[in-house]
């Protein structure tokens, strides 16, 4: 299972990594980069989800939660590997909190 790191967590050693921050852009969830390139957005989904009921938000369901880069939305088969910057470093992925399901 890749490492991941809720929401006040750092790791311990500054490498590049997934952040996935809300509209506020607060970090509420960290993947190494080793670890986020061959996930996919559906487990990332997943997990981030249980982060959620377990602190913010008892009721939220997966399908609320939308994932976007930039101006591209980040759909369930994709791989994070697409989207790494070419020169490397951080991939920040912005987390919205849908009022509906997808």
Known sequence: APALLAHGAM???AEE??????LAGSVWLTVPRADAENLRAADLRRRLCEVLVARVAPGI???RLLLTIGARTVHEHDLFRAFWPEHGGDLDVQLTIRRTRE
């Open 61 to 63: 369901s997966e399908g």
């Open 11 to 13: 790791p311990e050693v």
């Open 17 to 22: 990594a997934l952040h996935v921050r809300t």
